[in-house]
């Protein structure tokens, strides 16, 4: 192989590289994901703990042994088990009766299959919902297929410790943290963190330059050249770096990968590295919060919330809608000072006014659809920028949503916040039953009601990105879900 293209840009060294995916080209998996929204790229990928990071383990999160294996995307479809690999690559590990349509995330170790996660039971997509939702599904897929496939072991964060990794049964580098109440977030994760108790490690492919071969992190379709090897051209390594960008250790070679990471996630391992976490920093944040989501070894059995329906017959005995509203709001870590906040449906503005106390707000703007005492159209609203706006049970009552929603997106700014509580209407079962509940109330005119999946395309074309979903782990009829938007 020749030397690959290489040039400069702004003094920086850069190479020009055709990553080739080796895979069966548009074959029936292909076309099955695509009709779900999905492709053979959908495993998501860890973000790495750092001090920055540490601070979101206050919240409901798990954790879960990194098992150190090979990482595939498990597909049953037309009775085969079809396993493909990071770098594309198929391969067939059996056959089964039922259950098509199925795709898992799973951890290949030792010829052993591990689910570590539910993305698609029989061709219903099941990534939107919580994590507590979709690995009681796949305990089931787990016990009912008799493939003998294992589960991945989730604990409650207060029972993390260095020998977590240790007592999975299986050879393992380090521990996952990610929120009980997350959707299967597709690629990088800004929510989901892996912690190495030695440092984290990077991928990079060894390339050729007229300077030398060259370890390289990924930028599109090119590479930046990091540091020379002597190890082969084309191959890539797992590495350890240190603060200057030199190899303190070449961990091993990845075969099951055919391209390398990022530059922008090298560059924060790096960073993690140079301030990694300490043990004892961990302990300390899960010390200051009370975690009580219930797990066993194998699965988790239950979560102590009430059903929907029962939660809104309870409110109405004690009036405490507002709180338990509120409870929920409390979950995302807010850092924005006196900020301006609006309410956008503030309704009887019991709600509005425990959000203003809770972020010590400079100034609250009531919107609703009709003025009265200290209640404004939106039209009225005259501030240039809304550090928090609040959306409970409001949005599916607005006919031009989309208009809406991006004129209020003009007056945040980054950082900014956008939460949102509603219904996930996202078939006519659900669509049918919150008209019902909509009529019981004589409120059933003028609903555009929507999913959560339009709602986050429309924030994502906005420059916002996905920060935190929480939904009532119970059945619920309505999909009530909940939502935060951070402008970029």
Not at 98 to 103: E, F, K, Q
Not at 194 to 199: A, E, F, T
Not at 375 to 381: A, G, K, Q, S
Request: one cysteine or more; a negative charge; glycine letters at 6%.
């Amino acid at each position: 192989m020749e030397d690959d293209e290489f040039f400069e840009v702004n003094g920086e060294d850069f190479i020009h590289y055709e990553f080739v995916c080796d895979k069966r080209e548009d074959n029936n998996i292909d076309r099955f994901l695509r009709d779900r929204g999905l492709d053979r790229r959908c495993l998501v990928q860890f973000g790495n703990l750092n001090k920055n990071s540490l601070r979101y383990l206050s919240n409901d999160y798990v954790c879960s042994p990194k098992i150190d294996g090979e990482r595939n995307l498990l597909v049953i479809l037309n009775g085969r088990i079809t396993l493909i690999a990071r770098s594309g690559v198929e391969r067939d590990i059996g056959c089964i009766a039922g259950y098509d349509g199925t795709v898992l995330d799973v951890e290949v170790i030792n010829g052993k299959v591990v689910v570590l996660d539910l993305i698609v039971l029989q061709g219903e997509v099941v990534k939107l919902e919580n994590l507590y939702g979709r690995i009681k599904k796949a305990q089931v897929f787990v016990e009912n297929s008799g493939l003998g496939y294992d589960i991945q072991v989730y604990h409650v964060i207060t029972n993390f410790s260095v020998d977590l990794k240790i007592r999975s049964g299986y050879k393992t580098d380090g521990v996952v943290f990610q929120p009980i109440n997350s959707i299967y977030e597709e690629g990088y994760s800004s929510k989901v963190f892996k912690w190495k108790p030695g440092g984290d490690t990077v991928d990079l492919l060894v390339v050729g330059t007229k300077k030398g071969d060259y370890l390289a992190a990924r930028i599109d379709d090119m590479c930046a050249p990091i540091v020379k090897t002597d190890k082969k051209k084309g191959e890539i390594w797992e590495v350890m770096l240190d603060v200057d960008m030199k190899v303190k250790e070449y961990v091993k070679l990845r075969k099951d990968k055919n391209e390398p990471n990022a530059l922008y996630v090298v560059a924060s391992v790096v960073e993690a590295n140079d301030d990694k976490v300490s043990v004892r920093e961990i302990l300390d944040v899960i010390s200051r919060m009370g975690n009580d989501i219930s797990l066993t070894s194998h699965v988790i059995k239950s979560y102590p919330l009430r059903s929907q329906t029962e939660i809104d017959d309870e409110e109405e005995e004690e009036n405490d809608r507002a709180n338990e509203r509120m409870s929920i709001f409390k979950k995302y870590d807010f850092h924005i000072e006196n900020p301006v906040y609006m309410d956008f449906g503030c309704g009887d503005q019991s709600i509005t006014d425990l959000v203003s106390d809770f972020l010590k707000v400079s100034k609250v703007i009531k919107v609703e659809k009709n003025k009265s005492d200290g209640v404004v159209l939106w039209e009225d609203v005259m501030e240039d920028r809304i550090h928090v706006v609040t959306a409970f049970m409001s949005l599916h009552h607005v006919r031009s949503l989309d208009k809406i929603i991006t004129e209020i997106s003009r007056k945040q700014r980054t950082g900014d916040i956008f939460f949102i509580r509603d219904h996930d209407v996202r078939n006519s079962d659900v669509l049918s039953v919150c008209k019902s509940v909509h009529r019981s109330y004589n409120d059933d005119t003028d609903c555009s009601y929507f999913s959560i999946e339009s709602i986050r395309q429309l924030f994502f074309s906005l420059n916002y990105s996905f920060e935190f979903l929480w939904l009532y782990p119970d059945k619920d009829p309505q999909k009530i879900f909940h939502v935060w938007f951070k402008k970029k």
